[in-house]
């Protein structure tokens, strides 16, 4: 049905940079937003950025500068380009579909949407 497919981790040393993405697939009819989330071993999973549709994009306080989200929204992708990474960085990121709406719920009348997640794809940031 949907499918939101995360690429672009691995191993970087700190201060180093990587550019993640996520395609979200399907017979999608719109998103709220699109975000990236990250969870670290032992920790519990927070909002690293978020672009929506409407309105301005936001992110973490500890991103301080240094993370760019990016969409296109014709396409439904999402992208994170990470500069300045941090041992604490070190985590699993994941892509967020926020209140998708597929052809069908518009169609129907279902109007609420759903969540959707990616598998994740892990960031490691070696000292």
């Known amino acids: 049905q949907v499918q939101l497919v995360e690429s672009g981790g691995g191993l970087v040393q700190a201060g180093g940079s990587l550019r993640l993405s996520c395609a979200a697939s399907g017979d999608i009819f719109s998103i709220d937003a699109m975000e990236w989330y990250r969870q670290a071993p032992g920790k519990q999973r927070e909002l690293v950025a978020s672009?929506?549709?409407?309105?301005?994009?936001k992110y973490g306080d500890f991103v301080k500068g240094r993370f760019t989200i990016s969409r296109d929204k014709a396409k439904n992708t999402v992208a994170l380009e990470m500069n300045g990474l941090k041992p604490d960085d070190t985590a699993v990121y994941y892509c967020?579909?926020?209140?998708?709406?597929?052809?069908?719920?518009?169609?129907?009348?279902?109007?609420?949407?759903?969540?959707?997640w990616g598998k994740g794809t892990l960031v490691t940031v070696s000292s």
């Open positions: 672009f929506p549709t409407i309105g301005r994009t």
């Open positions: 967020h579909a926020d209140r998708l709406l597929l052809n069908s719920d518009y169609d129907e009348g279902r109007y609420d949407g759903r969540d959707f």
